[in-house]
């Protein structure tokens, strides 16, 4: 069932352990540059990170408590029940927009 009219999860029913470990994957990659998400949702992100073993300063660099142009985890409005993820562009790419 979901918590809204477009199948979006409500915040309670969030599963941090699982969105840490797809950001963790896609950082993995190489390919990203940023993934945005809500200020007022770093905290359960940072903790979740932490559970899964990053070191605190790695947590702390990678999703900081003030937003840097350096940190993997960036600050978007309205960001509660999904994620935006940019990706790098390909070194082939001339006409890339990023």
Same mark, same amino acid.
């Given at each position: 069932?979901?918590?809204?009219?477009?199948?979006?999860? %409500?915040?309670?029913?969030?599963?941090? &352990?699982?969105?840490? #470990?797809? @950001?963790?994957?896609? /950082?993995?990659?190489?390919?990203?540059?940023?993934?945005? #998400?809500?200020?007022? #949702? &770093?905290?359960? #992100?940072?903790?979740?990170? /932490?559970?899964? %073993?990053?070191?605190?300063?790695? @947590?702390?660099?990678?999703?900081?408590?003030? %937003?840097?142009?350096?940190?993997? @985890?960036? &600050?978007?409005? /309205?960001?509660?029940?999904?994620? &935006?993820?940019?990706?790098?562009?390909?070194?082939? @790419?001339?006409?890339? %927009?990023?």
């Amino acid at each position: 069932q979901c918590a809204t009219r477009w199948c979006r999860p %409500g915040l309670a029913e969030i599963d941090w &352990h699982a969105t840490w #470990l797809l @950001v963790s994957a896609l /950082r993995s990659t190489g390919a990203i540059r940023q993934i945005f #998400l809500d200020r007022r #949702l &770093h905290d359960e #992100l940072r903790e979740a990170a /932490r559970a899964a %073993g990053v070191p605190a300063d790695e @947590v702390q660099r990678l999703i900081p408590p003030v %937003g840097t142009s350096a940190a993997l @985890v960036l &600050h978007a409005d /309205r960001h509660t029940r999904h994620i &935006h993820v940019r990706f790098a562009c390909d070194p082939g @790419v001339t006409d890339c %927009g990023g």
